[in-house]
């Protein structure tokens, strides 16, 4: 299989440093929070002691999420001390499962599909995985995959997995609780469990989307070369890279800015047509 491994450099002029720290309501530290500048591609992620650096050019508004607790939007002046205030979840029914796991089967792998990975900056991309009828037989998803390329000898990412909302977009979480997993160095392909988080396929379809983590324990600094004779610039890689597959289909789905947006191509008269896609190359394992 040909693997390609795209690098898109992104430059911008530097004004202020922002510094700060996400705690709860406990006055505990809150790790790897999602920290966007809102309508921008400017992001990063706090550390496991909650702490956050951000470069902006001005003030900005900034947005602050992790499952688990509510959003938050400040301006970048008032960030110093960020408190999240945990989500409040109405208690449902109680589903009792009867899990049999008699049948398997796996999605998401297409056939012929081309692999790159790409450094995009910060904005990430779901995968959407329509519901079948046959998936009424194996309705628990029991395992996820991704395949990453990873320069270090471990790096951490974010799984998240979403429901369908009534723009087509990704809504809800399915889960209460961030799913933080680690990749092992190389392009590689490497299997979750999910058994114990009782995941049930939704009936309107699934989103899967993969987030990197801008810390310290993921990022990879090197030397390189610039235009200017004998001038050199620091690069600044955060691991691990996501594959995508060149595929198929009518719209891609990026989470930009702080906010979840469709794309698609089409025709003179407004039409939606179908065309190849780049896609992040997820895969799932269900089972009954």
Same mark, same amino acid.
């Given at each position: 299989?040909?693997?390609?491994?795209?690098?898109?450099?992104?430059?911008?002029?530097?004004?202020?440093?922002?510094?700060?720290? #996400?705690?709860?309501?406990?006055?505990?530290?809150?790790?790897?929070?999602?920290?966007?500048?809102?309508?921008?591609?400017?992001?990063?992620?706090?550390?496991?002691?909650?702490?956050?650096?951000?470069?902006?050019?001005?003030?900005?508004?900034?947005?602050?999420?992790?499952?688990?607790?509510?959003?938050?939007?400040?301006?970048?002046?008032?960030?110093?001390? #960020?408190?999240?205030?945990?989500?409040?979840?109405?208690?449902?029914?109680?589903? #009792?499962?009867?899990?049999?796991?008699?049948?398997?089967?796996?999605?998401?792998?297409?056939?012929?599909?081309?692999?790159?990975?790409?450094?995009?900056?910060?904005?990430?991309?779901?995968?959407?995985?329509?519901?079948?009828?046959?998936?009424?037989?194996?309705?628990?998803?029991?395992?996820?995959?991704?395949?990453?390329?990873?320069?270090?000898?471990?790096?951490?990412?974010?799984?998240?997995?979403?429901?369908?909302?009534?723009?087509?977009?990704?809504?809800?979480?399915?889960?209460?609780?961030?799913?933080?997993?680690?990749?092992?160095?190389?392009?590689?392909?490497?299997?979750?469990?999910?058994?114990?988080?009782?995941?049930?396929?939704?009936?309107?379809?699934?989103?899967?989307?993969?987030?990197?983590?801008?810390?310290?324990?993921?990022?990879?600094?090197?030397?390189?070369?610039?235009?200017?004779?004998?001038?050199?610039?620091?690069?600044?890689?955060?691991?691990?890279?996501?594959?995508?597959?060149?595929?198929?289909?009518?719209?891609?789905?990026?989470?930009?800015?702080?906010?979840?947006?469709?794309?698609?191509?089409?025709?003179?008269?407004?039409?939606?047509?179908?065309?190849?896609?780049?896609?992040?190359?997820?895969?799932?394992?269900?089972?009954?």
């Amino acid at each position: 299989m040909k693997y390609t491994f795209i690098f898109i450099l992104f430059s911008i002029s530097l004004f202020a440093q922002v510094k700060g720290k #996400v705690i709860d309501e406990n006055k505990q530290p809150i790790p790897y929070v999602n920290i966007w500048v809102e309508g921008e591609n400017v992001s990063t992620t706090s550390d496991i002691d909650g702490h956050f650096t951000l470069q902006i050019t001005e003030e900005k508004t900034l947005l602050f999420s992790s499952l688990g607790f509510e959003k938050k939007k400040l301006q970048s002046t008032n960030v110093s001390l #960020v408190q999240l205030l945990p989500t409040t979840y109405e208690l449902g029914e109680i589903l #009792v499962l009867n899990k049999k796991e008699t049948k398997k089967v796996q999605i998401g792998h297409p056939e012929n599909s081309i692999h790159q990975a790409f450094e995009n900056g910060p904005k990430f991309d779901a995968k959407y995985f329509p519901y079948q009828p046959n998936y009424k037989r194996t309705q628990y998803i029991k395992k996820v995959s991704i395949f990453t390329e990873n320069a270090l000898e471990e790096a951490s990412v974010k799984i998240h997995f979403y429901s369908k909302n009534s723009d087509g977009l990704p809504g809800e979480e399915l889960l209460k609780k961030d799913y933080i997993v680690s990749v092992k160095k190389g392009s590689r392909r490497t299997w979750f469990d999910l058994t114990s988080l009782n995941v049930v396929f939704p009936k309107e379809g699934l989103f899967v989307a993969i987030e990197r983590l801008f810390i310290e324990k993921n990022k990879l600094e090197k030397t390189v070369p610039t235009n200017q004779p004998n001038k050199t610039k620091i690069q600044r890689t955060y691991y691990p890279l996501p594959f995508y597959s060149f595929v198929e289909g009518s719209h891609t789905y990026t989470f930009l800015g702080g906010k979840w947006t469709k794309e698609s191509k089409k025709d003179a008269e407004g039409n939606v047509v179908k065309t190849r896609v780049f896609e992040p190359a997820i895969q799932l394992l269900l089972t009954n």
